[in-house]
């Protein structure tokens, strides 16, 4: 188990807290939330190893944008996107979030991994969309 050292009323880890600015997180869950995924990224190793995080919270375009990792590839999003509290829906069809990261110039050709979280109680018809 990661200890976050920052929950004991420390200041937070300077990537969370950048996140947390430009995202203009303003919960204190979800702000202790960001730090603790940060910190134990970390604390395992494979923060470095990250290109582009999306954690998709705030509620709002301006904050699930956002690229938890760095200021480089904010994204954009297009077509039929419903932006709440419980995160980013797509209409299924023509929504779909730019996140401006080319694959052949970013990333190495054989090693890449991409990942969504999709909670129980998504309908069969939304897709989540990675661009």
């Keep these: ?21 430009a995202a203009g997180i303003t919960d204190n869950t979800q702000k ?35 690229n938890l990792k760095s200021s480089s590839f904010t994204g954009t999003f297009n077509g039929g996107m419903t932006i ?18 080319v694959q052949n110039t970013t990333m190495s050709y054989d090693n890449q991994h991409y990942l969504a979280y999709i909670p129980s109680g998504v309908s069969s018809g939304a897709k989540t969309l990675l661009g």
């Design 84 to 101: 709440n509290s419980s995160g980013i829906t797509s209409d299924g069809s023509s929504g779909y979030m730019d996140t401006g990261l």
């Design 32 to 66: 202790s939330a960001i730090n603790t995924l940060v910190v134990s990224m970390k604390g395992f190793g494979i923060w470095t190893k990250m290109k582009a995080i999306y954690p998709f919270v705030g509620g709002s375009n301006g904050s699930c944008r956002q």
């Design 1 to 21: 188990m990661i200890i976050n050292p920052y929950s004991f009323g420390g200041a937070f880890d300077p990537d969370a807290q950048a996140f947390i600015t």
